[in-house]
């Protein structure tokens, strides 16, 4: 597994033209590794997974979990610095990943950052089925993550913050309910919500995809390593191919 960051040169209009199209940016993803078609996502159990990181307007990372080694000299071209860069420093960064994966342990603890579509299923009437429906508050957001079972199944929990870092008695509202922004040492931002077109024709509602997706950060505990080592390699969540999913670590710096 690898571990690819590239920095987009949000001046040229290429970069541009990928932030605005979810489509166009995961097409120009899968066309960094030879070994794929383009209609392939998975290799041997891993997938190739992406997230964008907006931290300022002229800082606007993409990172790349992926199976194979990528090459992404056309997102140089079109989106980076290209005569800036020389055969040894390409424009890109790529690191093996699997010796850090194989590192993880129980009770280890990370700051972890994860773009995400937080849904919930529900059905307006009786008679019609279950439709993916996307969570828009941050309460609900939060809810989406902390849920015991996701997390057991991620093979992690989120850490709670220390009581003298809660501003409310316990973690708890006035009406004695848990309030998740006091309790845990996560935070949910960023949220956007993308739209485009499902095909080539533009004209029919039915042909536009709506897809939400917030920014989690925060702090957590691995409980299970092998699931962990599994959700960061195949992703949590759905729209993967939009740049849903990626979750990844960092040490906690020091005080």
């Not at 290799?43 to 300022?56: C, E, F, M």
């Not at 429906?133 to 849920?147: E, R, S």
């Not at 949910?188 to 920014?215: G, N």
Request: hydrophobic residues 35%.
């Amino acid at each position: 597994m690898h571990l690819t960051r590239f920095r987009l040169n949000t001046a040229r209009p290429g970069a541009r033209r990928l932030l605005a199209s979810p489509q166009c940016l995961h097409a120009a993803v899968m066309a960094s590794f030879p070994q794929l078609l383009p209609t392939d996502s998975t290799t041997a159990g891993s997938r190739v997974l992406w997230r964008l990181d907006h931290n300022v307007r002229a800082e606007v990372l993409l990172y790349v979990v992926s199976p194979g080694l990528p090459d992404l000299t056309h997102l140089v071209e079109q989106a980076g610095w290209p005569a800036a860069h020389t055969p040894e420093s390409p424009g890109w960064h790529t690191r093996p990943y699997t010796p850090f994966l194989d590192r993880l342990a129980q009770g280890d603890i990370f700051a972890f950052r994860l773009t995400a579509n937080p849904v919930h299923h529900i059905r307006r009437k009786d008679s019609e089925p279950t439709k993916a429906t996307a969570h828009i508050t941050p309460a609900h957001q939060m809810d989406w993550l902390l849920k015991p079972e996701r997390q057991e199944r991620a093979g992690f929990r989120i850490n709670e913050k220390p009581h003298d870092q809660r501003l409310l008695p316990a973690g708890l509202t006035h009406q004695r309910r848990p309030h998740h922004g006091d309790l845990y040492t996560l935070t949910v931002r960023d949220q956007r919500t993308l739209a485009f077109a499902k095909s080539h024709d533009t004209r029919s509602a039915r042909h536009q995809v709506k897809v939400v997706t917030v920014t989690y950060d925060g702090h957590l505990t691995v409980t299970d390593p092998q699931a962990l080592h599994r959700t960061l390699t195949q992703g949590i969540g759905r729209a993967k191919a939009y740049g849903c999913g990626l979750m990844t670590l960092a040490p906690i710096p020091a005080g």
